[in-house]
Nanobody, 120 residues
Framework: QVQLVESGGGSVQAGGSLRLSCVISVSGFSINAMGWYRQAPGKQRELVARIYSGGSTNYADSAKGRFTISRDNGKNTVYLQMNSLKPEDTAVYYC??????????????WGQGTQVTVSS
């Protein structure tokens, strides 16, 4: 099974920072990639940042220079450090893991989401 639990969301003023955490519990799967997505009201879910098993990362243009994704493999945890937050960053942030195993390849798993609200 795969279970993802996000934490660290909250309300912050523009220019502030938040650090999101996602604990990923896996049984019978290997993790190929982990990432953070977000979805604002009335908008599509979009990629914020992703980190692969080899350590490489990629970011949405809107996140570059402000957000940093990292992981602790020993704790099966992925983090998103968000600095210089803007009101347009307001969204529900979802943790994502791409896993393989038990006959599956590239299976997407999602957390329940954590709300981030940035006020101006």
């Amino acid at each position: 099974q795969v279970q993802l639990v996000e934490s660290g969301g909250g309300s912050v003023q523009a220019g502030g920072s938040l650090r999101l955490s996602c604990v990923i519990s896996v049984s019978g799967f290997s993790i190929n990639a982990m990432g953070w997505y977000r979805q604002a009201p009335g908008k599509q879910r979009e990629l914020v940042a992703r980190i692969y098993s080899g350590g490489s990362t990629n970011y949405a243009d809107s996140a570059k220079g402000r957000f940093t994704i990292s992981r602790d493999n020993g704790k099966n945890t992925v983090y998103l450090q968000m600095n210089s937050l803007k009101p347009e960053d307001t969204a529900v942030y979802y943790c994502n893991a791409v896993v393989a195993g038990n006959g599956f390849s590239g299976l997407d798993s999602w957390g329940q989401g954590t709300q981030v609200t940035v006020s101006s």
